[in-house]
């Protein structure tokens, strides 16, 4: 059975710093690129960041570039999204997503954070940003 569960969400002051987890079960993991995307209220979901397994390499919304900084825990088969310099505008739900890309021409491209891509979703971790 497929699963991504998200962890290490919470409220931090501007300026701060999170860790978000991505437990995934259920599917070899150096065969997808996982992606985290997030969803302020009242906006559509985001793209922010993916990380294609199988060649360690990442992709960056320009909003997170800098900030963020996506990686994998293969023996533990964990991706986690490190959220460093947060600001208010962070705040949204956040999620994992899975896409198979075994058969995707190689590298990672803005279009692999269109969330239609993706097959398998956690159920999100809840990110606030204030003072």
């Known amino acids: 059975q497929v699963q991504l569960v998200e962890s290490g969400g919470g409220l931090v002051q501007p300026g701060g710093s999170l860790r978000l987890s991505c437990a995934i079960s259920?599917?070899?993991?150096?065969?997808?690129?996982i992606g985290w995307f997030r969803q302020a209220p009242g906006k559509e979901r985001e793209g922010i960041s993916c990380?294609?397994?199988?060649?360690?390499?990442?992709y960056y919304e320009d909003s997170v570039k800098g900030r963020f900084i996506i990686s994998v825990d293969n023996a533990k088969n964990t991706v986690y999204l490190q959220m460093n310099n947060l600001k208010p505008e962070d705040t949204a739900v956040y999620s994992c997503?899975?896409?198979?890309?075994?058969?995707?021409?190689?590298?990672?491209?803005?279009?692999?954070?269109?969330?239609?891509?993706?097959?398998?979703w956690g159920q999100g971790t809840q990110v606030t940003v204030s003072s």
């Open positions: 997503a899975a896409e198979l890309s075994v058969d995707k021409p190689p590298g990672n491209t803005y279009s692999d954070l269109y969330d239609w891509k993706y097959d398998h």
């Open positions: 259920g599917f070899t993991l150096r065969y997808y690129r």
């Open positions: 990380i294609r397994i199988s060649e360690d390499s990442t």
